[in-house]
């Protein structure tokens, strides 16, 4: 009995020299999950833009799709609504294409038979709301507004940063100057 008393001494006194009972572990703290870019990669597909646009909630109805053929500018053609207005969305080859065949300047007010909002992003052109040959789009009711800032907003998460030509200024995030080849290949190089 006196030998187990002696060992449960020595064993306490190792103990309390050891720093007395074991603390806790700190826990580590959880490693942050990088959220991944929803950023579609040039060129973008505009089936993947459409699943998108349906993903963030926006009622879209595809009245129908087309083609432009082998080789033929646009790709693809998706003639739908949205809120009760035409919505187009184009994919193009790329964005060089784009801008060739869809191009205009971006900030521009629309023109005589433009729709009132039109975006770009990519190789994709979308274009939302009437367009009537014969006159200038007038500015539409607040809902047309609230829905096309909905529609930029959306595109400018996997398409952006967008170029965009409306009636009414939309609050996104302005696209980049990038320098024309022309004016790139001119530059004279600085010493």
Not at 18 to 28: D, F, I, L, T
Not at 119 to 129: C, E
Request: charged share 20%; aromatic share 6%.
């Amino acid at each position: 009995m006196r030998t187990s008393h002696a060992l449960i001494v020595v064993i306490a006194l190792v103990a309390a020299a050891c720093g007395g009972a074991a603390s806790p572990s700190p826990e580590p703290s959880p490693t942050p999950t990088p959220t991944p870019d929803p950023h579609l990669a040039d060129p973008a597909d505009v089936q993947d833009v459409y699943k998108a646009l349906v993903r963030a909630g926006l009622d879209i109805s595809v009245n129908n799709a087309s083609g432009g053929g082998a080789g033929k500018e646009p790709r693809r053609r998706y003639a739908a609504s949205l809120g009760g207005w035409p919505l187009e969305l184009i994919e193009y080859s790329s964005t060089a294409a784009r801008e060739a065949d869809f191009g205009y300047v971006s900030g521009s007010p629309p023109e005589k038979g433009n729709p009132p909002y039109t975006f770009a992003g990519l190789n994709i052109a979308v274009t939302f709301g009437p367009d009537n040959r014969k006159v200038v789009p007038e500015v539409p009711d607040k809902r047309y507004q609230d829905v096309a800032q909905e529609l930029g907003d959306t595109l400018d998460i996997y398409l952006g940063p967008l170029s965009q030509r409306t009636v009414t200024a939309l609050s996104l995030p302005a696209p980049s100057p990038s320098p024309s080849p022309e004016a790139s290949a001119s530059a004279k190089p600085s010493r």
